[in-house]
């Protein structure tokens, strides 16, 4: 790490550190000519480089020994991690991407969020079946080898559990985006269109919803109408190129765009074409949202906009000092796409416009980013993401006012994070 | 499997697989009542279901004992593979990506093509350094955590060896896809613009090239123009989201768009700025095409278009049968965007264009897929893209027409795979 104390040493060894008052930059005697060649170029005099590395003089290790490539050892903490007290099994319990460690969109499969209700169960292509049945003209079963048969669609999209933020309902609770925000993850999904294999099947008039369940024990049923089944729904293969992992549902899973991710039902077993919702346990005991008036919100599937700050934050502290800092995060919306990202440095009371870094399509994460010149002060920072249907995402606070604290699912509320003097970072809430 | 024995036998015991001639499907005796609910589902009767899977009934394991994800173990196949003879030593080695069992675009890193010529070093990110050395107004040297405090972009760019199809030059050589082809891969990469740093550093007038060196024994030292340089290079931090893979150059590497992988130095350790060239080893002896009259084509270094067919392919045979058959594949082009790709059924005679899946951006795969009718009959099938450009992927006999029998490298031929009655599939050669 760079510290100030570092860089007082440097300039007390004649380095010249004082350009935009953070470089550990060299003056080396020898750099300012023009390099005559390799031989020339290694020549070149560095006391600093031969301290730290024997540079370029010894081989590595041969690479083909791994059957499948893993990261390198020192990235040991960039894993999944789950929050032992949430759920009360680890059959039943959730793996929280490392968002804070992350840049970019593409979350690798390896530590991208997942969520089983009875265990992850191994399901070989040879024994897959999917089923479509109900009000439809010919109930079908295809193989998995009769799905590799269909059009294919690629597509970009998050996944983020209802519940994602939940545990920040009654006040921030927990020190990490991976665990504020990691309830998600974004995947290229490569599979059928569900309306696709829906017309194989041949939709009755009455079919105006579809009830969908998974191989697992639970079988996590859930209902949902037939416009969506119809409109963008897939019969997901594959994410980010390769088989979906087992914990992910292999070998098929259901892919619902902009939707809560409880209704992307892995190991997809069965679709039934019915005339009304079913209001299964995961739609109504669970997955629905009590209102301070007794009442609960339900059908309640499309996950509004939101955005966090991913660095700094609590696992990722700032640990190089006062200047540049490039503050980053992501954003989302389940109802279309982000448009704008403004960043505030002060608790929401003053807000400038991010630069983004990838402007995600529609239901896919973007990557937003704002570069500072810190000063060392103490600093609230706050993230608000804004989609392409004008809607911005409001203050928790605001979000309380009209649903109460009885709430599991669906908090988007905006995120805090303190900035300390010293560069810790700390999950608070601030009055709006 | 499902061949046409299992259709006989399922029509014999009743079950009806005269749609569209393939589908294994089941007129379900209860499937057409309107399900009531997830015990109503469940009861169901199925009797092609409970023969292969104890469906829901028992829980899976959990997950969270892995720190971090892989591939479920049926999949074991699916991972980057070597050509022994290739190399004279695992030290100096190549691992293919295997494309054939990929879909979409993005590359997993796990099984993302790599190319090391004196072994994977291990570099920690405290000891790393990157020097700016040479026609520079200030020298510099920053440390991983100086980079941290740069802008950053984000962009999903190809990374592809100059020598993928290499061996094809003299004919069908390779029984893959991934063999073939898979000296590729395509990754969502973070980094800071290399100009940004340069700009840092001042290139003064007369620094008209740069000299990239890694840190690993080989150095692998090449020289790049100024105005690529400052143009879209990056300095890479990030890949898919984490950290670089030590076999990527954990912890920075050069990411040089469109440009032939060898360039994309791993270990990132030095740029000098320079006057000209230095006509290192990897620019003149290596990495250069002989041409039939003895001279050397030489700074080839953008990625002509190019595309490949991955399934059906010889590791990817076709194994249901005749009917409705998806037509698969990745198309590229190091100048600019793919714009069409065209799949031919016989080795060239006719044309028809494919669907594009994912519209790649500049220097990003694209994924194009054709659906046919397939009536069994032997199949010659190729791929031929076209680039912002204009430029159309040639025939290897027109570049074997100006090129001659000699390269290695820049290989961008049309590739033929011809398909037998039995599903089988080997790479072969059409003359043109």
Redesign the interface.
Known sequence: ??DRTDDDALEGAGI?VS??G???????AA????????AA??E?P?P??TD??D??????????????????R???D???R?VSWLTAD??S?I?FTPIH????????????F?R?H????????????L?I????D??????W??L???????HVYFCECAANSGMEWGGAQLNGAQFTHGMIHN????GIPLRVLLE?AGVQP?GQWI?V???????N?RSMPIEKAMDDVLVA??A????L???HG?PVRLVVPGWEGNMWVKWL??I?V??SA????EETSKYTDLMPDGRARKWTWAMDAKSVITSPSPQKPI??GT????I?GLAWSGRGAVTRVDVSLDGGVNWQEA?I??QGGKYALS?F?L?IDWDGSPMLLQSRATDDTGYVQPTKDALREIRGLNSVYHNNGIQTWAVYENGAVENVEVGS
């Open positions: 790490m760079t010249d350009r935009r953070f470089l550990r930059t060299a003056s080396l750099g300012g000519a023009a390099l005559g060649g390799a170029a290694q070149t560095d600093l480089i730290v590395q540079w370029a003089s010894a081989t590595g290790e041969g690479v083909d020994a791994t059957p499948y490539g893993l990261p390198i020192f990235e040991g960039v894993v999944r789950t680890p059959i319990s793996n460690a992350l840049d970019g969109t593409i979350t690798p499969a390896g530590c991208a997942e089983h009875s265990g992850a169960i191994e399901l070989s292509k040879d024994d897959y079946r089923m049945t109900g009000l439809v010919r109930p079908l079963v295809f193989t080898e009769d590799q048969r269909f059009p294919r669609e690629n995947m290229e999904y490569s194989e009455e009830y369940e998974g191989a697992d024990a639970s079988s049923g293969l594959t980010n190129g390769e088989a992992r087992k914990e292999y077993r069965r039934g019915t005339h079913v209001e299964a346990r640990t190089h200047g540049p800092l490039v980053t630069r870094g990838t990557r980013y570069e």
